[in-house]
C-alpha cells in the first residue's frame, strides 16, 4: 500500500479511502435517481447540484478555518452524521423548491467536509516523488472499495427499504473515518501560503486540467439518472453495470500505475479521448447487452484518466500548505461546477446534452497535457 515516513497514518488513510468510497458508492452513488424516484423533476435535481456548488465556497473556507481551530481529524467527525442526515431528509421533505435548497446546502457541507479532510490529508501526507504511488494506490482502493458496493447497495435498498441502506452506508462510513481519529495528525506545512500566492505559482495549464476533469464528477452524478430513465428502471442493473466498471477498473489500474511516470501526458491524452469515446457510446446504446459491454470499455479509460489527474494533483499541491491548496482547489471545483450546473438548469438543458458537453470537456482537458515541471 502507500508508504511514507509514518505508515501507521499512511494504513489510516488507505483504509479511510477504501471503507468512505464503499459507503459513497453504496449509497450516494443513487442520490439523482433517488430524488428522480421521490418525485423531483431533472430541473430540480439540477437546481439541487447548483445549491451543493453554489454552497459549497461557504463550507470549503468553514472546514478549513475548523480544521485549523479544532483539527482536521476532528472536523472529519461531522462528515458521518452529515452523510445520514442528507438521505434521511430527503425522505422527509415535500417536492418543492426549498427543499431543494435545504437537502442542497447540507449535501453540500458534508460532501466539502468530505473532501477537505481527505485532500488534506492526502498532501500531508505525501512526500516528494511518491505521487505516482500513491494515486495508483489511491485509485485501486476507490474502485475495489466500490466494486460491489453499488450492486450491494441497489440489492439492500431493493429488499429492504432505504432507511437499511442509510443506516448501514452511515455505520461503515463512521468505521473508516475511526483509523483517521485514532491516528496522529502530522503537523501542517508551508503555513504561511495564501490564496494569491498558490494561484501565482501553480502551473495554470495543470490547474485547467483539475477544473476540467471535474466533468467527470458531473457526469458521474447524473448517468445513474440517464441510465435508470433511458435503459432500465432498477438500480441492481446500474449495480451490476458499476461490477462491470470495477472489474475492468481494477485491470487498468494495475496496468497503467507501472506506465506513470512514462509519458504522462500522452496517457492522459489516451484516457481522456477513450472515456469521451466512452460516454457517446453510453449515450447511444440502448441494448441492456451491449450497455454492459461498454461498462468495461468505461472502466478501462476512466480509472486511466482519473490516476493521471489524481497524479497531477497531489504532485502541485506538495510545494503548498496542504488546507490552504486544498481550499483553492475545492473552492475552484465548487464554481466550475456551480457555474456548469446553473447554465443547465437556466437554459433547460435535457440530461443527454448536458453528458455530451461534459465528453467535450474531458478531451479539452486531454489536449491541454500537464505541465510537469514540478517534481512527482
Not at 448501514?168 to 473515518?177: E, I, K, M, R, Y
Request: with cysteine; charged share 15%.
Amino acid at each position: 500500500m502507500v508508504k511514507n515516513k509514518n505508515s501507521g497514518s499512511g494504513r489510516a488513510l488507505n483504509l479511510f479511502v477504501f471503507l468512505s468510497n464503499f459507503s459513497r458508492a453504496f449509497l450516494d452513488f443513487f442520490t439523482a435517481v433517488f430524488l428522480y424516484k421521490l418525485g423531483f423533476s431533472i430541473q430540480q435535481i439540477l437546481l439541487y447540484y447548483v445549491v451543493i456548488n453554489a454552497s459549497g465556497v461557504m463550507w470549503v473556507s468553514l472546514a478549513n478555518w475548523l480544521g485549523h481551530k479544532y483539527s482536521f481529524k476532528k472536523m472529519l467527525a461531522l462528515v458521518p452524521p452529515l452523510f445520514c442526515l442528507t438521505f434521511a431528509l430527503m425522505q422527509w421533505t415535500p417536492i418543492n423548491t426549498t427543499s431543494v435548497v435545504i437537502l442542497g446546502v447540507i449535501y453540500g457541507a458534508y460532501y466539502r467536509f468530505y473532501w477537505m479532510s481527505r485532500h488534506y490529508f492526502t498532501i500531508n501526507e505525501s512526500r516528494k516523488g511518491e505521487a505516482a504511488n500513491r494515486s495508483k494506490w489511491f485509485t485501486i482502493l476507490e474502485t475495489v472499495g466500490g466494486l460491489i458496493a453499488t450492486y450491494m447497495g441497489a440489492l439492500i435498498i431493493d429488499r429492504f427499504g432505504i432507511w437499511a441502506g442509510i443506516g448501514l452506508a452511515t455505520l461503515v462510513f463512521t468505521l473508516g473515518c475511526m483509523p483517521i481519529w485514532l491516528s496522529h495528525e502530522q503537523p501542517i506545512k508551508h503555513k504561511r501560503d495564501t490564496a494569491r500566492r498558490i494561484w501565482r505559482d501553480i502551473p495554470k495549464r495543470s490547474f485547467a486540467i483539475l477544473m476540467l476533469a471535474d466533468c467527470v464528477s458531473v457526469a458521474g452524478s447524473l448517468f445513474p439518472l440517464f441510465i435508470f430513465i433511458s435503459i432500465s428502471r432498477s438500480l441492481e442493473f446500474i449495480g451490476t453495470f458499476q461490477i462491470f466498471v470495477g472489474l475492468a477498473a481494477v485491470v487498468a489500474v494495475y496496468v497503467f500505475g507501472r506506465m506513470m511516470d512514462k509519458k504522462r501526458s500522452d496517457l492522459l491524452l489516451f484516457g481522456a479521448a477513450g472515456l469521451a469515446l466512452v460516454y457517446m457510446l453510453k449515450l447511444n446504446v440502448s441494448m441492456p447487452l451491449l450497455f454492459m459491454g461498454v461498462a468495461l470499455l468505461e472502466g478501462l479509460f476512466e480509472r486511466f484518466y482519473r490516476t493521471s489527474v489524481v497524479r497531477d494533483y497531489i504532485a502541485l499541491g506538495q510545494d503548498f500548505n496542504p488546507s490552504k491548496y486544498t481550499q483553492f482547489y475545492l473552492t475552484g471545483v465548487a464554481i466550475f461546477e456551480g457555474l456548469f450546473m446553473l447554465a443547465a438548469w437556466w437554459l433547460h438543458l435535457d440530461l443527454t446534452l448536458i453528458l455530451y458537453i461534459c465528453a467535450f470537456g474531458i478531451v479539452i482537458s486531454g489536449l491541454l497535457r500537464f505541465n510537469d515541471r514540478r517534481r512527482v
